[in-house]
Each structure stands twice: as C-alpha cells, then as structure tokens.
Nanobody
Framework: VQLQASGGGLVQAGGSLRLSCAAS????????KGWFRQAPGKEREFVAG????????GYTDSVKGRFTISRDNAQNTVYLQMNSLRPEDTAVYYC?????????????????WGQGTQVTVSS
C-alpha cells in the first residue's frame, strides 16, 4: 500500500482547507487511517484517526470541532476537512495507515506513511 497526500497550501487564519490521501492497493481500503502533523522544531503528533468503516473516529483535543476526518473506500481515499484554521495549525501534514484489519481508530502504531503536504496558516 502506498499513500499520496495532497491539498495543502497557504490560507489565512479562519480559512479552510481539505486534505486528501489516496491509497494504492486494494487492501488499503480496509486499513485504519490517520492524519498526523509536524510543525518546525516539534515532534510529529496525531491529529485524527478513522477505522475502516468510518464508524470509529478520534481527534486530538486541539482540532475537535474544527477538523473532520472521513473516508471513501470506493475511491480508496481519506480526507481531512480543516475549518477555522489557526496559525498554530501550520505544519507538514502526513497521512498514514495501520496494516491491520478491523478494530477502531488508532492514534499510534501506524506503519505505512505517505509523503507530507505543507499547510501554512497566516495570521
């Protein structure tokens, strides 16, 4: 399974962006997926996770109510809708998959990573 993230860019505070992560390989549609981010000088952190069916979703506290993760298994794609963006959301965003079948969402243990996409929020 390979992952390809896209949709990053420059946006003003309060604006929105939608990230996409396309997976190759049919097995990818059954894996839990997640979004992570890494700001300059900081460790990579979990942002949002979703299980294979979309029935289990979790977010880090700082994005709850502003970000929404979703997936389209027919398209083998996971999305991250980001609204009310803040300068502190500026980071490289990565999508990831965990090579397991079933279960809920995960915030750790991901073993398949895509390249990052830069999100910059200006004040």
């Amino acid at each position: 399974v390979q992952l390809q993230a896209s949709g990053g860019g420059l946006v003003q505070a309060g604006g929105s962006l939608r990230l996409s992560c396309a997976a190759s390989g049919r097995a990818g549609s059954h894996y839990p997926k997640g979004w992570f981010r890494q700001a300059p000088g900081k460790e990579r952190e979990f942002v949002a996770g979703i299980n294979w069916s979309g029935s289990s979703i979790g977010y880090t506290d700082s994005v709850k109510g502003r970000f929404t993760i979703s997936r389209d298994n027919a398209q083998n794609t996971v999305y991250l809708q980001m609204n009310s963006l803040r300068p502190e959301d500026t980071a490289v965003y990565y999508c990831a998959a965990r090579g397991v079948i079933g279960g809920g969402y995960y915030s750790t243990g991901y073993d398949i990573w895509g390249q990052g996409t830069q999100v910059t929020v200006s004040s």
